[in-house]
């Protein structure tokens, strides 16, 4: 009987010392589940939820006026700008973790729920491009189709920015053509921007720049006149319809003074003049290219700031702010309906980084709590509550 006595105060004992290991095991669980749940939805499922609120706007055609004929084909188009890639040089290696995987994530999340036809970024694709060696520019490149990796059927076009080519005292016809090779612009204004090669000093790119657009905008009146003038000879056919402009520096204007909205300019930024050819292209070349192509939207980068500008009596210039997280709390991106005679914007904002890291922080309060209830540090929030509520109703 004393042995059966002992061997069964040894299991009671064995027991009661597995429990506080089972209790330890389920708290190290929930925690873990808890960490889990936080790091999907940050970084993967608030994405989702985002985006999805975002739809492509209607565009005007004539059979929604009761007009008869084809219906026109809506093109639908995403315009990213700055996207700014870290390099070699700049940034740290953290930095530049995070910051590619919040563009791929976001990219990757529109392109499955928007699933446009065509995406523009408008400049500073690269960061480092205006210095970048040919193996530090491979491997930008390898990581920027990694990021923006897209179907077949999904067109891609870029156009260069100060930060893959330089200023106009900084480019050359390698750092062109190294940026023509990965985008293959198709002769699209592309590389040269429009907006580092009018200069107006009759330098080699600048000279080439102008001449390509005086054919282009001869080319683009020929196509607007019902009859053909001689001038034209047998020069291919554009479309009738006014072209949109895209490039990476916006058109000559003062500041930011007038431009509203939350992803704007911040009050401390808006009134800063600025600075010909660095921070707006002049106003000799704005002029010329309003002259010249007679667009009907211009849509610009480089600010990283949005924007609406009216330039003449219908002329709208849209600046899209940046991409980034590195550049901006609140990364967005416009959404274009587009036919061949009208176009309508819409604009899709992206998660606000001060809503993560506030998940993050709230997340992580919540983590330290529990452990040291569950350490018996402090009393747990629902006993205590409890207590005072008894001692409420007692008295």
Request: some cysteine; hydrophobic content about 40%; aromatic content about 10%.
């Amino acid at each position: 009987m004393a042995a059966e006595d002992t061997a069964s105060t040894r299991l009671g004992a064995g027991r009661q010392h597995l429990r506080p290991l089972k209790r330890r095991g389920l708290v190290l669980l929930r925690l873990t589940a808890i960490v889990f749940a936080v790091l999907v939805f940050c970084e993967f499922l608030i994405y989702y939820l985002v985006i999805f609120r975002c739809s492509w706007p209607a565009v005007k055609t004539p059979a929604d006026a009761g007009g008869l004929g084809t219906p026109e084909t809506v093109l639908r188009a995403m315009f990213l700008a700055d996207t700014h890639l870290l390099g070699a040089v700049r940034g740290h290696w953290l930095d530049k973790l995070r910051r590619e995987w919040q563009m791929e994530r976001a990219f990757q999340t529109a392109l499955w729920l928007l699933q446009p036809e065509v995406i523009f970024i408008l400049g500073d694709v690269f960061d480092e491009g205006k210095w970048s060696s040919s193996q530090a520019w491979a491997d930008d490149v390898g990581r920027f189709w990694k990021i923006f990796r897209h179907p077949p059927h999904v067109q891609l076009r870029a156009v260069a920015g100060n930060h893959d080519i330089g200023f106009h005292y900084q480019m050359n016809t390698y750092k062109i053509k190294r940026f023509e090779k990965v985008f293959n612009p198709e002769r699209l204004f592309s590389w040269k921007g429009i907006n580092v090669a009018l200069e107006g000093d009759s330098c080699d790119i600048c000279s080439g720049a102008e001449a390509e657009l005086l054919e282009i905008s001869h080319r683009l009146n020929c196509s607007r006149e019902e009859h053909r003038p001689q001038e034209c000879g047998d020069r291919q056919r554009l479309p009738a319809s006014a072209p949109i402009l895209l490039q990476h520096f916006p058109l000559y204007r003062r500041n930011d003074a007038n431009c509203s909205g939350e992803d704007a300019a911040s009050p401390d930024e808006k009134y800063t003049p600025f600075k010909e050819r660095y921070d707006a292209l002049s106003q000799e070349a704005s002029r010329k290219l309003l002259w010249w192509l007679r667009p009907r939207l211009v849509l610009s980068g480089h600010t990283h700031s949005a924007c609406e500008v009216l330039h003449g009596a219908d002329v709208l210039e849209v600046s899209v702010p940046s991409f980034s997280w590195r550049n901006r709390n609140n990364p967005s991106f416009i959404m274009g309906s587009v036919t061949a005679t009208e176009y309508a914007l819409a604009k899709c904002y992206l998660p606000c980084e001060d809503m993560v890291l506030t998940t993050y922080c709230t997340a992580a309060g919540g983590l330290v709590l529990l452990t040291l209830v569950h350490a018996g540090l402090v009393a747990s929030p629902f006993h205590f509550g409890w207590n005072m509520l008894r001692k409420f109703k007692t008295t």
